[in-house]
């Protein structure tokens, strides 16, 4: 009987997402989503959620901060494929990492951002020094 419960719970929380068709969804979420309404109900469930929940936080973001995200995903787009999976790996690393690593993370990227230009390549050259395997006999 909890089992029930506890499912027709969790179907109403989800309902607002999933299962949503594509003229149901906030016409700003449709304006964002518009690449996606001819295949909308070919994808599953799981997916239609997450691209919802990206669609949102897009129109949350300020116009400077969609033209930054825009660049950066045009400069990604550039790369070499072996570079951009290698991204993807790592960003993955990133995001499976606890919290508290996730933090000490980003405080040494501000330092490393606080560094003028001549010590950020100081600090670059020693770290790709110490990442290469020595050489050998």
């Keep these: 009987m909890l089992n029930k419960v506890f ?3 969790l179907l109403i929380c989800c309902h607002g997402a999933w ?3 594509f003229g149901q969804l906030p016409a700003d979420v449709q304006t964002t989503l518009k690449p996606f309404e001819q295949r909308w109900d070919s994808l599953d469930d799981h997916k239609r959620a997450k691209l919802i929940r990206g669609a949102e ?3 949350q973001l300020s116009p400077a901060q969609k033209k930054k995200a825009r660049q950066r995903f045009e400069r990604f787009q550039r790369l070499p494929k072996a570079q951009r999976e290698l991204a993807q790996q790592q960003l ?3 995001l499976h990492l606890p919290p508290h690593k996730r933090q000490k993370l980003k405080r040494q ?3 490393f951002q606080q560094l003028n230009p001549a010590q950020r390549q100081r600090l670059k050259q020693q770290f790709d020094r110490q990442r290469r395997p020595p050489p050998r006999p």
């Design 19 to 21: 299962g949503q068709e």
């Design 92 to 94: 993955q690393q990133y």
């Design 109 to 111: 990227y501000r330092q």
């Design 57 to 59: 936080r897009w129109n």
């Design 7 to 9: 499912l027709a719970l």
